[in-house]
């Protein structure tokens, strides 16, 4: 069984996440989506409600599992017998960070890859720091964002989101 991790911060899970986690889902037999702690960012949803909108979305895609880790990456994905790292690269300016964390993570331990998904031509814009910044404005979300989590997204901002 090929077990891979898809990690990030979704803060929120846009369309673009989506995208890669379903095409990730179709190459390997399990897909563990993990939210992981950027110290680098100060996420405006709460870990909480991060795992929710993942879970909200992907529940009918029977092989995906959302779960949430305070681990170094590669320990976590050694524990659920991952072999695989998977990423999505939107344009060259994602490479060299990626590039170089897929490097630290193999040299961590050998028994686990990075590959990386080109994202789809519809989606290159889009990141979460986009949806953050349209909800700000109040802007409709349904190109970014599923339908179901679009509502809980906005009363963020109704009560104060960053
Ligand atoms: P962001 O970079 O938007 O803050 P994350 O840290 O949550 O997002 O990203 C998790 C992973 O998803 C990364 O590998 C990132 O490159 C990828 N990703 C994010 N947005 C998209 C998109 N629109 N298309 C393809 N991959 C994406």
Redesign the pocket.
Known sequence: MKIAV??????P?????L??IKRAARIFDKLYVCVMV?SN?DPVFSREERLDFIRRITKDIPNVEVETSDELLVRYAKRKDAVTI?????AVS?FDA?FQMALANRSIDKTIDTVF?A??EK???????IVREMARFHTDLSEFVPEEIIGDIMKKYETGGK
């Open positions: 898809y990690p990030g911060s979704f803060d899970v846009t369309y673009g996440h995208d890669i950027n960012k998977v990423k999505g690269l939107r994602d990626e998904l994202s789809s989606y290159t814009y889009l990141s979460s720091t």
